[in-house]
């Protein structure tokens, strides 16, 4: 079992998050937290990954990730399953039954739409609200 996380980088060219199951040795990256160039590794034994080059002074976002940097990762891949409209199943145990039950979102029908990060948000007259990330339907 591989002992990195499953922790996304950015694209240098597109900026874009990407996630190892769909990254490519191709393209270059760099890490969220610290944003030195990572290395994108694939082979035949272990999960896909990204890794910091050996440093001196070395990043922990793939190899030891706090909390904050775990929840990072969230935002920044749930921004980008929700960008490229990817259908989304989420899981959960019932609290009573506790059965498996799934939870689908499809994305198809919402075509004049933006994902955004830390979108303000009006609730019960305080604009104080957050949500980590939002789907906004966008004026045609």
Known sequence: MSRHFSMGAINIQSGLYEYPLIASKEHKYKCPECERPV???KGKI???HFAHYKSKNP???YDRPNEDQIHKDGK???RTLLTNKNNICFYRNCSSCRKQLQHYITLEHYTNSEA??????????SNRRKAD???LKMAV
């Open 39 to 41: 290395i994108f590794r």
């Open 46 to 48: 272990k999960q896909p």
């Open 116 to 125: 955004i990060e830390e979108y303000k948000f009006d609730h019960n007259n």
């Open 59 to 61: 990043c922990s976002y």
């Open 76 to 78: 920044l891949l749930m």
């Open 133 to 135: 990330v939002a789907l």
